[in-house]
């Protein structure tokens, strides 16, 4: 369903928002609460950091106002995470801005700190992710090896990174100072969805547990809710988690996968096990985190060329950010869902500005947005393309 009620929404960004009180929630596992510092960082759509702010909190501290500043109109997540010596003891997801307003109440929980990587933002502005390796650790795909001072590591071209609780200094084969990262909140694996090759299973996990589905598995009753296990998630090895629930393992290798029936590439491999699967193969994660990030310009559409914005029409663009979808057409700004149900892409709720527009660049704008509610795929394209499809048709390709 496409509505057409954004007019308002756009005006309240445009004014900028108010400074905002939002009560936190921190769920300590054992209940005790240590001394730490909340560290709250601010995204724009295409995931990049727009503002940090760090503030201590005594011991004993189960909730509390966090008091935020007016936001960027460019803002659009928020994520906070609680900095015990050097590392996040708890942390929240990514929570949507509306308007310029954070969400009234954010969760802080240890199971949201478990992630791939660790990420960090330097003083030159960048965001960094370190990713454990065999003897090191990559930073940004770069790999550094043990030098021969402790927590000191090297790259190929001379580029040393000392390592010390909550910090991370970069310097020049010539001992220069390039950069200081301090941490900030990564991306956590939960919420999660693993679906296996054959089809057999689906799995979902959250805050509150996991559901398994197996095929030819006793399912329940219409109206009755689905059990949920209590589920653990810890490190199984280097770039490998194991969750576990009931009599049930599943891991979670850093891989990227494809599943068989599907274009969409998955962010990591999985693999069950139980009593009546045996070392079952599947994809896990959310497709869309790989069109997240600055937006797609589209260039065709159902096979035709598009006005390119240097012929005076402003670009169509397509931008995902943690699950909502955004950009423009030639006359008019819109936004919408984007969500991955099993192996089908949707993108729904589409709605649209309705600013003066020629007839035939209003008819084109109708004819976008109608593919991309018709998309069910997505595949990336040599060069970096992107390209949606409707079935086997590819309805929008677009690029960067």
């Known amino acids: 369903m496409r509505v057409f009620a954004l007019a308002c929404t756009v005006t309240a960004l445009a004014q900028g928002a108010q400074a905002r009180d939002v009560a936190l929630a921190l769920d300590w596992p054992n209940g005790a609460a240590p001394a730490v510092e909340i560290v709250t960082v601010t995204r724009d759509a295409s995931g990049a950091v727009l503002d940090t702010q760090r503030t201590p909190l005594p011991e004993g501290t189960q909730t509390t106002v966090l008091s935020l500043p007016s936001l960027s109109r460019q803002a659009t997540t928020v994520q906070v995470g609680a900095l015990l010596e050097g590392a996040f003891a708890l942390q929240s997801l990514r929570a949507p801005v509306e308007g310029g307003q954070p969400p009234d109440r954010i969760r802080l929980t240890a199971a949201l700190t478990a992630s791939f990587g660790k990420d960090y933002l330097c003083d030159t502005g960048r965001v960094v992710s370190l990713r454990p390796a065999e003897s090191g650790f990559t930073l940004d795909g770069t790999a550094f090896e043990p030098a021969t001072l402790a927590n000191s ?3 190929p071209d001379g580029t040393t990174a000392n390592r010390a609780p909550g910090l991370v200094q970069l310097e020049r084969a010539d001992g220069a100072l390039l950069e200081t990262c301090q941490p900030i ?18 799995l979902t996990t959250g805050l509150d547990g996991s559901v398994l589905s197996l095929a030819g598995a006793r399912q329940a009753t219409a109206g009755t809710p689905a059990e949920r296990l209590a589920t653990t998630i810890a490190p199984a090895a280097e770039n490998r988690m194991r969750l576990s629930f009931g009599a049930y393992e599943l891991t979670l290798d850093d891989t990227p996968c494809r599943l068989v029936r599907s274009t969409m590439p998955f962010p990591l491999q999985a693999t069950l096990i139980g009593p009546d699967v045996t070392k079952s193969a599947g994809c896990a994660g959310d497709p869309l985190r790989a069109l997240e990030g600055p937006a797609w310009q589209v260039t065709h559409m159902s096979g035709h060329a598009l006005p390119r914005a240097a012929e005076g029409n402003p670009s169509f663009t397509l931008q995902f950010d943690t699950g909502r979808l955004t950009g423009r057409t030639t006359c008019n700004r819109y936004l919408g869902r984007a969500t991955v149900d099993g192996t089908r892409l949707v993108l729904s709720d589409l709605g649209s500005t309705r600013l003066p527009c020629p007839a035939n660049l209003r008819n084109l704008e109708t004819r976008f947005l109608d593919a991309m509610e018709a998309a069910t795929g997505f595949l990336h394209l040599p060069g970096g393309g992107l390209a949606l499809y409707a079935g086997p048709v590819a309805v929008l390709v677009a690029r960067r």
Do not use: C, K
């Open 153 to 155: 590591f090297t790259a």
């Open 185 to 202: 909140p990564a991306r956590p694996i939960l919420p999660l969805t693993a679906l296996g090759q054959d089809a057999t299973w689906r």
